[in-house]
């Protein structure tokens, strides 16, 4: 049997590739599922890839907010192109195998671009702080150098947990199977595959979600205590609500991701089935990275006009010509 090929049990055999499950118990509905999930990734691209150029093209967002926003959309465009795009064949295909080593490399992607999503959310969170506790230092704090070097220190800092936990896992000995049931290469399937001890793995593992992901929860929950607490102080309803209003959109994302993956990886021997996990695991890494934009787009004014700026002018060409030049800006 395929499943075999790689495995003497009762042995530790080096495994060559293992064999995502998926959604193989729902055979009859792989082909409406296909449909769906290339629906969503394609509004996921094409919202995502919209962010990145107006935030780049047009010169009214060339702000600290926006500069981070567009890298969010670019963390998920990465972030979905890691996933999704094996999902859609294994869907359709009859041999749903991964290599070993392209197992590992997603899994080593996913970490790094949870990581990073989870910084930079603390980082938008503290740019809001800073833009309406500290107006007047605004301009100052968040300069285009301070902005750039958070970006890439959002950018860099899942590289440390994403080597060190998938060096560690994928140097392990796979004696059990190695069919994954899930439909890409999570840190829990995969680890269900091991035959030795992973008590350690699996204690350290979860302390580095903790530290990463309430930390960051945290940090975001004192920024957004403080921002409530300045827009009290407003005299003026009006005030209040326009202040407020730049928060929402980073609000609801904070919510939409710090829900969805805390239900996975901050439970991992939660109650949920196998196959209920991949449903939830399907919210985080194929419904919220095409929720966000829709989100900023819906309710940020900015973001609307800047569509309508971009789009509804006859020169666009030329406006993207400086794209390359302007992109980090």
Same mark, same amino acid.
């Given at each position: 049997?395929?499943?075999?090929?790689?495995?003497?049990?009762?042995?530790?055999?080096?495994?060559?590739?293992?064999?995502?499950?998926?959604?193989?118990?729902?055979?009859?509905?792989?082909?409406?599922?296909?449909?769906?999930?290339?629906?969503?990734?394609?509004?996921?691209?094409?919202?995502?890839?919209?962010?990145?150029?107006?935030?780049?093209?047009?010169?009214?967002?060339?702000?600290?907010?926006?500069?981070?926003?567009?890298?969010?959309?670019?963390?998920?465009?990465?972030?979905?192109?890691?996933?999704?795009?094996?999902?859609?064949?294994?869907?359709?295909?009859?041999?749903?195998?991964?290599?070993?080593?392209?197992?590992?490399?997603?899994?080593? &992607?996913?970490?790094?671009?949870?990581?990073?999503?989870?910084?930079?959310?603390?980082?938008?969170?503290?740019?809001?702080?800073? *833009?309406?506790?500290?107006?007047?230092?605004? %301009?100052?704090?968040?300069?285009?150098?301070?902005?750039?070097?958070?970006?890439?220190? *959002?950018?860099?800092?899942?590289?440390?947990?994403?080597?060190?936990?998938? %060096?560690?896992?994928?140097?392990?000995?796979?004696?059990?199977?190695?069919?994954?049931?899930?439909?890409?290469?999570?840190?829990?399937?995969?680890?269900?595959?091991?035959?030795?001890?992973?008590?350690?793995?699996?204690?350290?593992?979860?302390?580095?979600?903790?530290?990463?992901?309430?930390?960051?929860?945290?940090?975001?929950?004192?920024?957004?205590?403080?921002?409530?607490?300045?827009?009290?102080?407003?005299?003026?309803?009006?005030?209040?609500?326009?202040?407020?209003?730049?928060?929402?959109?980073?609000?609801?994302?904070?919510?939409?991701?710090?829900?969805?993956?805390? &239900?996975?990886?901050?439970?991992?021997?939660?109650?949920?089935?196998?196959?209920?996990?991949?449903?939830?695991?399907?919210?985080?890494?194929?419904?919220?990275?095409?929720?966000?934009?829709?989100?900023?787009?819906?309710?940020?004014?900015?973001?609307?006009?800047?569509?309508?700026?971009?789009?509804?002018?006859?020169?666009?060409?030329?406006?993207?010509?400086?794209?390359?030049?302007?992109?980090?800006?």
């Amino acid at each position: 049997m395929e499943n075999e090929e790689d495995l003497n049990l009762g042995n530790s055999t080096r495994v060559t590739h293992f064999i995502l499950l998926g959604f193989t118990h729902l055979t009859q509905f792989q082909v409406l599922l296909f449909v769906v999930v290339l629906l969503v990734f394609t509004v996921t691209m094409t919202g995502n890839i919209l962010i990145v150029l107006i935030a780049t093209v047009d010169p009214a967002l060339h702000t600290p907010m926006y500069y981070f926003l567009k890298n969010l959309s670019l963390i998920e465009i990465c972030y979905s192109l890691d996933i999704v795009p094996k999902m859609l064949i294994n869907l359709l295909s009859e041999r749903k195998t991964y290599s070993f080593t392209a197992c590992a490399l997603q899994l080593s &992607l996913i970490i790094l671009f949870i990581t990073s999503e989870s910084f930079l959310l603390t980082i938008m969170a503290y740019d809001r702080y800073v *833009a309406i506790c500290h107006p007047l230092h605004y %301009a100052a704090i968040m300069s285009k150098k301070t902005c750039r070097q958070m970006s890439a220190v *959002a950018w860099l800092s899942g590289f440390p947990v994403a080597v060190g936990i998938t %060096a560690w896992l994928f140097n392990m000995s796979f004696c059990k199977s190695n069919e994954v049931n899930h439909f890409f290469c999570d840190v829990s399937p995969v680890l269900k595959l091991v035959c030795s001890d992973t008590y350690i793995f699996e204690l350290l593992a979860f302390i580095a979600t903790v530290l990463i992901m309430v930390l960051h929860f945290i940090l975001i929950t004192i920024s957004y205590i403080c921002i409530i607490y300045t827009i009290m102080q407003m005299p003026l309803a009006e005030s209040r609500q326009k202040v407020f209003s730049t928060c929402a959109a980073h609000l609801m994302v904070v919510t939409l991701f710090y829900f969805t993956t805390s &239900l996975i990886h901050l439970h991992p021997k939660s109650s949920l089935s196998p196959n209920n996990k991949k449903f939830v695991s399907l919210s985080y890494t194929v419904i919220t990275p095409m929720l966000n934009p829709i989100i900023y787009s819906l309710r940020n004014s900015d973001v609307r006009e800047a569509l309508q700026r971009t789009f509804g002018r006859k020169m666009l060409s030329e406006r993207l010509t400086t794209l390359s030049l302007s992109f980090f800006q």
